[in-house]
Nanobody
Framework: QVQLVESGGGLVQAGGSLRLSCTASGSFFSMGWYRQAPGKQRELVAAITSGGSTNYADSAKGRFTISRDNAKNTVYLQMNSLKPEDTAVYYC????????????WGQGTQVTVSS
């Protein structure tokens, strides 16, 4: 079965940085990160296709950078200038080329930003 292995979450102070990594047991058209804070809906943070096209949430633009290494089936999320509002469980996601196909999720990693 497909596995997505995440790492890099933790506790940081506001203004600090974290780098999340996710390695998949296969190649996918799109890989990215979603997050869910307590009492709120899951939302897209950033995603990137195998060709390098990116999509960011407005709250992430200018602070976060998504990248991927296709040879390693790995996606990275560099998070700078972190804010308490970024506190959430972050989930790695991988999708096939067609919407609804091969939609997989990691187990989630906690990111906590203190004020």
């Amino acid at each position: 079965q497909v596995q997505l292995v995440e790492s890099g979450g933790g506790l940081v102070q506001a203004g600090g940085s974290l780098r999340l990594s996710c390695t998949a047991s296969g190649s996918f058209f799109s890989m990215g990160w979603y997050r869910q804070a307590p009492g709120k809906q899951r939302e897209l943070v950033a995603a990137i296709t195998s060709g390098g096209s990116t999509n960011y949430a407005d709250s992430a633009k200018g602070r976060f950078t998504i990248s991927r290494d296709n040879a390693k089936n790995t996606v990275y999320l560099q998070m700078n200038s972190l804010k308490p509002e970024d506190t959430a469980v972050y989930y790695c996601n991988a999708k096939g080329r067609v919407r609804g196909q091969f939609d997989y999720w990691g187990q989630g990693t906690q990111v906590t930003v203190s004020s």
